[in-house]
C-alpha cells in the first residue's frame, strides 16, 4: 500500500520542477493553496496576460511495456469536462523520476491512446514535446521517495 504523504511529496518536487521551468520561460503561475481537498488540476498559467492554460504534472517513470505515459482513465474524463466547461487548455507534464526526462502535451492533442488496463490511458512518448532532461541530482531526490511495487525495467 502506498504511503499518500511519500507520494505527495514526489508529486510536489515535480510540481516544483515544472513550476520553475515555466516561469523561466515568463509563465505567472498559480497553485491551488488549499491542499488538503482534490482539485482538478496542479497549476494555473497565464502568459503575458494573453494566455491562460491548467496544468496537472505527473512525477513517475514511464511504462515498462510501451514508451508511454499514463494516467487513471478517472482523471482524464475529469480533465475533459474540465475543458470542455471552461474552454481552458489543459496540459499534462510527466517528470519522468527514473530517466529523467520532462514531457509535456495538450491533452486535446493527444489523440491515439494506449490502454494498459481498464482503469489506465496512456499515451506515447513521441507524441508528446519533449522539454528537458532531469539533472542527476534532481533524479536522485526523486528516488527517495520511489514506491513502485515492481522493477522498473522498460522494454
Not at 482503469?119 to 499515451?123: D, L, S
Given at each position: 500500500?502506498?504511503?499518500?504523504?511519500?507520494?505527495?511529496?514526489k508529486?510536489?518536487?515535480?510540481e516544483?520542477?515544472?513550476?520553475?521551468?515555466?516561469?523561466?520561460?515568463?509563465?505567472?503561475?498559480?497553485?491551488?493553496m488549499?491542499?488538503?481537498?482534490?482539485?482538478?488540476?496542479?497549476?494555473?498559467?497565464?502568459f503575458?496576460?494573453?494566455?491562460?492554460?491548467?496544468?496537472?504534472?505527473?512525477?513517475?517513470?514511464?511504462?515498462?511495456?510501451?514508451?508511454?505515459?499514463?494516467?487513471?482513465?478517472?482523471?482524464?474524463?475529469?480533465?475533459?469536462?474540465?475543458i470542455n466547461?471552461?474552454?481552458?487548455?489543459?496540459?499534462?507534464?510527466?517528470?519522468?523520476?527514473?530517466?529523467?526526462?520532462?514531457?509535456?502535451?495538450?491533452?486535446?492533442?493527444?489523440?491515439n491512446?494506449?490502454?494498459?488496463?481498464d482503469?489506465?490511458?496512456?499515451?506515447k512518448?513521441?507524441?508528446?514535446?519533449?522539454?528537458?532532461?532531469?539533472?542527476?541530482?534532481q533524479?536522485?531526490?526523486?528516488?527517495?521517495?520511489?514506491?513502485?511495487?515492481?522493477?522498473f525495467?522498460?522494454?
Open positions: 500500500m502506498k504511503d499518500f504523504n511519500i507520494s505527495l511529496k508529486g510536489e518536487l515535480g516544483k520542477i515544472v513550476r520553475e521551468f515555466l516561469e523561466a520561460k515568463d509563465w505567472i503561475v498559480y497553485q491551488p488549499t491542499k488538503d481537498k482534490a482539485h482538478y488540476f496542479d497549476m494555473m498559467c497565464t503575458k496576460k494573453e494566455k491562460v492554460i491548467a496544468i496537472d504534472v505527473k512525477t513517475k517513470a514511464r511504462l515498462n511495456k510501451w514508451n508511454a505515459q499514463g494516467i487513471d482513465k478517472k482523471h482524464y474524463n475529469e480533465y475533459i469536462n474540465f466547461t471552461t474552454k481552458v487548455n489543459f496540459y499534462l507534464f510527466f517528470v519522468d523520476d527514473k530517466i529523467g526526462d520532462v514531457h509535456y502535451a495538450d491533452i486535446k492533442n493527444l489523440t491512446p494506449i490502454y494498459p488496463n482503469k489506465i490511458i496512456a499515451w512518448i513521441e507524441d508528446m514535446n519533449f522539454i528537458f532532461k532531469l539533472t542527476d541530482e533524479i536522485i531526490e526523486l528516488s527517495k521517495y520511489d514506491q513502485r511495487n515492481y522493477k525495467n522498460p522494454t
